[in-house]
């Protein structure tokens, strides 16, 4: 069973308000299932909302905010707030606290954040299970590049099968809790 989920998701709320209504659906089955939340530390969009939901409903909610962003963005009163000097600082301490990671639906900095967690997986930094909350198809299109990325050459198609993807906060939290990671050696073919 997990304890800590470290979530990535978007700073902006999007364009649709079905975004914040499944990022209180997810946010609902963390305080179910009693997970701690790891995040970015910030207080907008939607990551904002989805800590601001945990927090409202007492669940616990740690943040991880390099000293730059701290500086310029407004805060929760969260459980913890970790201030680090760097974005690398900050990756590398959401790691050590997380069981596991979700995106949600966001920009860059989010699709950043999933695809450092996917090489780090890939070259064995860490076993843990990644999973995508795919509301409405949303990263319908990065799942076709990664596929066409495998179909290329680029990418070990067996290695997508350690990509746990659902669009049900609940389903995704179970299938990620029975991950047994795929092995294999990414130097080798
Ligand atoms: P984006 O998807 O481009 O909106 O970026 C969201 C991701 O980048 C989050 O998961 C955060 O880790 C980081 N991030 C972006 N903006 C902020 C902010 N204002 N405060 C804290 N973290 C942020």
């Known amino acids: 069973m997990f304890k800590n ?27 179910e299932k009693q997970i701690n939340l790891v995040y970015g530390g910030g207080n907008n ?12 409903r007492n669940g616990e909610v740690v943040g991880v905010i390099p000293k730059k962003i701290h500086e310029n963005v407004q805060h929760l009163e969260l459980t913890d707030l970790l201030i680090v ?17 979700i995106a949600l639906p966001g920009g860059i900095g989010t699709i950043e ?8 997986q890939q070259i064995g930094y860490h076993q843990k299970p990644i999973g995508i909350l795919n509301p ?21 198609a067996d290695f997508l099968q350690n990509l746990i993807i659902s669009d049900c906060p ?18 080798h073919s």
Request: charged share 25%; aromatic share 12%; proline share 2%.
């Open 45 to 56: 969009g939607l990551m904002g909302e989805l800590a601001r939901y945990v927090l409202e």
């Open 136 to 156: 409405n198809g949303f990263y319908n299109k990065l799942l076709s590049l990664l596929e066409h990325m495998a179909q290329e050459g680029f990418l070990k």
């Open 170 to 187: 609940k389903e995704l939290l179970r299938k990620m809790e029975q991950f047994k990671p795929v092995h294999l050696n990414k130097w």
């Open 5 to 31: 989920i470290c979530v990535f998701c978007g700073s902006s709320f999007g364009t649709s308000p079905t975004y914040v209504q499944e990022v209180h659906n997810f946010a609902q089955t963390l305080v």
């Open 85 to 101: 000097d760097d974005m690398h600082q900050r990756k590398a301490k959401m790691y050590e606290l997380a069981d596991g990671f």
């Open 113 to 120: 954040e999933l695809a450092e967690s996917l090489t780090w």
